[in-house]
């Protein structure tokens, strides 16, 4: 079993590609080569993958049609006010590729794996233990936030990881790499 990241696939939304200068000519060419992503990284339907919001701009059909084609257990961030919000409206089952039920998280949810992970769609500037090194995954800026130097933060979405999730030992080495550049800078 493996731990994956992600957010702002931004299934179906057309404009996302001239928004953040995605490399697709059409909105069914991006959608192919994220789901072929997805699924080429996520092999095991016993994988987890928690992805951070703005799943797709759709309705329930278009929300059901994506995971529908998507592997493993997915845990999905609920970012009702934002672009998941007409497909969040209601009580609505959605199950994934491998028939396992689409798991609706809080908008912000702390993880222990071992390490310390604060998962929310938005980058934020401190966090819950923050101060005692844990981490914080986000999404939403599609790589432009900028965090301070002495930030443990990554952006996890698609445009910042050629449009595959990142496992959590991608993770680990980003922030490993983070933790020996932030120490360089303090010397």
């Given at each position: 079993m493996t731990i994956w990241f992600t957010s702002d696939n931004h299934f179906g939304h057309h404009n996302i590609i001239k928004y953040c200068n995605r490399p697709f000519k059409t909105v069914e060419e991006m959608d192919e080569t994220m789901i072929s992503n997805w699924n080429a990284a996520v092999k095991d339907e016993y994988d987890i993958v928690y992805h951070l919001?703005?799943?797709?701009?759709?309705?329930?059909?278009?929300?059901?049609?994506?995971?529908?084609q998507l592997e493993g257990r997915i845990r999905i961030l609920s970012n009702a006010w934002h672009h998941d919000k007409y497909w969040l409206k209601g009580t609505h089952i959605f199950t994934s590729k491998n028939g396992h039920l689409v798991e609706i998280l809080p908008p912000m949810v702390v993880l222990e794996y071992p390490y310390t992970l604060v998962l929310c769609h938005y980058p934020i500037a401190w966090w819950d233990r923050r101060h005692y090194g844990s981490w914080?995954?986000?999404?939403?800026s599609h790589g432009t936030y900028i965090h301070k130097e002495d930030d443990l933060a990554f952006?996890?979405?698609v445009d910042c990881n050629q449009f595959y999730p990142i496992s959590l030992e991608g993770v680990v080495r980003q922030m490993n790499e983070c933790e020996i550049i932030n120490k360089k800078i303090e010397s």
């Open positions: 919001g703005d799943f797709t701009f759709g309705d329930f059909d278009l929300a059901q049609k994506y995971f529908s914080h995954l986000h999404g939403h952006d996890v979405g």
